[in-house]
């Protein structure tokens, strides 16, 4: 069955940075997109980033130019490098997959348990 875990989250200060990893199984991995979602409290879940097969990359407007996505597809491993952060990026970020679309914030089946990211003083 599909399986995707995270790690990587934890406490930053403003400006600082951290990288997510997202470990996937179940599925052939470099066949499809996968996308980092986040939840802040008391909002809507949404999309981060997105990335195909091949490389090719989406991201939210709020992050775009301080996080960038990245994957080993021989290692079926999925990564969000997240400099430059602010206290608004604040939320538990997921790993979701895998779907045959980039663009659009609809997710595919499978979800991560998250791992919370909290950027504070």
């Known amino acids: 069955q599909v399986q995707l875990v995270e790690s990587g989250g934890g406490l930053v200060q403003p400006g600082g940075s951290l990288r997510l990893s997202c470990l996937s199984s179940g599925f052939t991995f470099s066949h499809y997109v996968m996308s980092w979602y986040r939840q802040a409290p008391g909002k809507e879940r949404e999309l981060v980033a997105a990335?195909?097969?091949?490389?090719?990359?989406n991201y939210a407007d709020s992050v775009k130019g301080r996080f960038a996505i990245s994957r080993d597809n021989d290692n079926n491993m999925m990564f969000l490098q997240m400099d430059r952060l602010k206290s608004e990026d604040t939320a538990v970020y997921y790993c979701?997959?895998?779907?045959?679309?980039?663009?659009?914030?609809?997710?595919?089946?499978?979800w991560g348990q998250g791992t919370q990211v909290i950027v504070s003083l």
């Open positions: 990335i195909t097969g091949s490389g090719v990359t």
């Open positions: 979701n997959g895998p779907k045959t679309w980039l663009y659009g914030n609809a997710a595919g089946d499978y």
